[in-house]
């Protein structure tokens, strides 16, 4: 039994290398924001690439850019201050993680990455 929980331990470890990819989050921020679908900064709320937290961060502190989704200043306020990761995502009934892989295969298909 130990030696299946380090296996699982290594192979976890092996698969958690973190993506920094700027050109990536320029493309997010063009998105309208998930949550609202409010595009750019209409009505003073500038689109930012939210890093999902929570069950889909990979490492305290690690800001893996896949991971990241569209989000208005308003939302983004909501999630930090307000009502916490978790709690924003069930009350409006989405898990983001979907969305974010979907964004990030649109992305590398279409820079050929």
């Known amino acids: ?10 192979e976890m470890i092996s698969h958690s290398k973190v993506i920094k990819d700027k050109k990536f989050l320029m493309w ?3 998105l309208p924001c998930y949550p609202c679908e409010i595009e750019g900064v209409s009505n003073y709320h500038m689109i930012v690439a939210h890093h999902l937290q929570g069950r889909n961060r990979i490492g305290m502190g690690l800001r893996h850019d896949p991971n990241s989704i569209p989000i208005c200043d308003f939302h983004h306020r909501q999630i930090h201050e307000k009502m916490g990761e978790r709690n924003f ?4 009934g989405v898990e983001p993680i979907h ?5 990030y295969e649109q992305y590398k298909e279409r820079t050929n990455a």
């Not at 130990?2 to 699982?8: A, E, F, G, P």
């Open 1 to 10: 039994m130990r030696q299946n929980q380090h296996n699982l331990k290594a």
């Open 28 to 30: 997010v921020c063009e």
């Open 99 to 103: 969305y974010a892989n979907e964004l």
């Open 89 to 92: 995502w069930d009350k409006i």
